[in-house]
């Protein structure tokens, strides 16, 4: 026989100590599981904060700046200048510029851009309103694409009503928009394309590059401010800022106000979006996007009258409902990380 089984008494007091210490690590456990959801539910309130307000101030931005691109331009600027003078002064690590990782990092990259440049068209060619309605389709073509590319299980019949419930709302908007244009809708389609490509794209490489938080707000803004020459030549935007050069007082606080607010919350909604991107799913980080317009929705009543009639409000508010039914139908899984493939 060993020695415990010779001696069971001895047996015990190392079971009680194993106990102990299991009682004793139980408290830290739940510790760091409370204070992890405490982070996740942080970050997802700073990009909703972030992300209602921005599209009033885009707006407000490009009514006293009409030249999207530039406007967005200067956003990238701002985030990118932001990240380097905080890496510089030691307050945050972004983990550096590799011409690898920049590589790698690229195709991202004009993704974001081209989603960034038609939601400033959208804007400049349309309401609000417009925009959010737009916004609130985009759930359903990611849920697909996250299955299809992700690997992700396909939503729950509940899910499915969510999305089809934001639909339906952003289809009664539709039928009672009084400003409707094929100019401002044909935006609202490249919009919807490609958030779609770019929200299920951009979680693959949050997922798989390997890089801090602050360094994919670094290596996006960077890369898409690379582009940015390229945009002006396309889209005609260079000669129309040489030739209004002179017509528009750039000083002035009306025109430097909107445009620096717009600068800042560009660098918060980068951080707090790659921060959600890490914790959610696509989908779910899509309709987290859906669900904060609502207090865009109640800024937009209040500050100005460029928003729908009663009926059309009534289907942005459904729209929400339906954020709030998928928030339901995923409450099990939506805050827990996705696991890397």
């Known amino acids: 026989m060993s020695n415990d089984e010779e001696n069971p008494k001895a047996v015990e007091p190392r079971k009680g100590s194993e106990t102990l210490s299991s009682s004793t690590q139980n408290p830290a456990t739940c510790c760091k599981a409370l204070l992890r959801q405490a982070s996740i539910y942080g970050v997802a309130l700073g990009y909703c ?88 389709a985009v759930p359903i073509f990611v849920a697909v694409g996250e299955t299809l590319f992700l690997h992700q299980p396909w939503p729950s019949v509940k899910t499915w009503l969510s999305l089809a419930t934001i639909f339906g709302g952003s289809v009664l908007y539709v039928l009672t928009d009084n400003q409707f244009s094929v100019m401002a809708y044909s935006w609202g389609v490249a919009y919807l394309v490609s958030m779609s490509i770019d929200f299920v794209y951009i979680k693959h490489v949050v997922m798989n590059i390997g890089l801090k938080t602050w360094g994919l707000v670094l290596y996006n803004n960077l890369e898409a401010l690379l582009l940015f020459p390229l945009e002006l030549l396309v889209m005609g935007e260079w000669e129309k800022l040489r030739h209004e050069v002179h017509e528009w007082n750039w000083y002035s606080f009306e025109v430097v106000l909107p445009v620096g607010l717009s600068c800042l919350f560009g660098l918060s909604i980068s951080f707090f979006g790659f921060s959600c991107r890490r914790v959610i799913s696509a989908t779910g980080f899509t309709v987290l996007g859906t669900v904060n317009k609502l207090l865009t929705v109640v800024i937009n009543l209040v500050v100005w009258d460029k928003h729908s009639k009663f009926v059309g409000t009534v289907g942005l508010l459904i729209c929400m409902m339906g954020g709030v039914m998928y928030q339901q139908s995923t409450s099990n899984k939506s805050l827990r990380p996705a696991a890397k493939k």
């Open 49 to 136: 904060i972030s992300a209602s307000l921005l599209s009033i101030i885009n707006k407000w931005a490009v009514m006293r700046f009409p030249y999207p691109g530039a406007l967005t331009a200067l956003q990238y600027f701002t985030s990118v200048a932001g990240v380097l003078i905080g890496g510089w002064l030691k307050l945050i690590d972004h983990g550096g510029l590799h011409g690898h990782t920049l590589w790698r990092f690229f195709p991202a990259a004009v993704l974001f851009y081209i989603s960034i440049f038609t939601n400033s068209e959208l804007l400049l060619h349309s309401n609000v309103d417009t925009f959010i309605v737009v916004r609130s």
